[in-house]
């Protein structure tokens, strides 16, 4: 076992780091701050420590456990990271400080994501910096971003390219391929319109509408490979078709 990255920088610089987290109401903590938690921290906690929380969306939309993924797959132009106080409910609390990001038609979930904790360090420090103002209550429409599972993942051929393209940017889109699955790193929608849902063609697949382009595979049981090189080992026949 060894110290998560916190605790171990609290170590380094000679700072006390309680844990677990009951005993922070007694190590005289002025601010408590919350980044990607994934619990509910205890009410005796909260009355005891002021705290702000980080959350990667632009509230009050996608409140909860997958903001990131969530807003690509809803095909969200922008997004972004609020400092808000801590409630006892899901995301619930007021906004001191909030950034914006755009989501471009390349962004994927895993650079969004490093983008977005960079620009969330930059609030923390420039709000503590120059001093919490009074927050803002949330405004607008509540919308949930609920864990993903493996069916968010799962690439159905009848729907549109563009949908598909943001599944496959979220990371970990699988279909399946002679009865194994077959997951797909890197794909590129396209208007190619003459190819039924699933149909191959190259490293083209028919979808409900347009094609998707099939950039970087990993087929079960191997590693990470061109489309290309997977295909021409593959070989699929006429009949076949990804997802059957």
């Given at each position: 076992?060894?110290?998560?990255p ?8 000679g ?8 005993a922070g109401g007694?190590?005289g903590?002025?601010?408590?701050i ?6 509910i921290?205890?009410?005796r906690?909260?009355a005891?420590?002021?705290m ?6 632009l ?8 903001p990131v993924e ?7 132009r922008?997004?972004g ?6 409630e ?7 906004v001191h400080?909030r ?7 390349i962004?994927?979930a895993?650079s969004?994501?490093?983008d977005?904790?960079d ?8 709000g ?5 103002a009074?927050?803002e209550?949330?405004?607008g ?13 799962h ?10 393209d943001?599944v496959?940017?979220i ?8 009865g ?12 190619h ?7 191959i ?8 509408d347009?094609a998707?382009d ?8 191997r ?8 295909r021409?080992?593959a ?10």
């Open positions: 076992p060894a110290p998560r916190v605790p171990a920088a609290a170590l380094d610089l700072l006390p780091g309680p844990d677990p987290l009951d007694d190590a903590v002025e601010l408590g919350v980044v990607a938690y994934g619990r921290v205890p009410r906690v909260l005891a420590v002021p702000v929380n980080l959350h990667f969306s509230l009050p939309r996608w409140r909860g456990a997958a969530r807003a690509i797959l809803a095909g969200d922008e997004t990271v609020c400092l808000m106080g801590l006892e409910g899901l995301d619930t609390g007021p400080r950034s914006v990001r755009p989501i471009t038609p962004t994927t895993a969004l994501a490093d977005l904790a620009d969330a360090a930059h609030l923390l420090l420039d503590l910096e120059a001093g919490l009074d927050p209550p949330q405004e429409e509540v919308t949930y971003a609920d864990k993903l599972d493996a069916d968010d993942r690439l159905d051929w009848s729907e549109p390219a563009a949908q598909l943001r496959v940017r990371g970990n889109a699988w279909t399946t391929f002679r194994a699955r077959l997951k797909v790193h890197v794909a590129r929608p396209t208007n319109g003459d190819l039924h849902a699933g149909e063609d190259g490293t083209l697949v028919g979808t409900g347009g998707l099939l950039v970087e595979v990993q087929p079960e049981g590693g990470r490979m061109a489309a290309s090189a997977w021409n080992g070989q699929p026949a006429d009949h076949e078709r990804l997802g059957s």
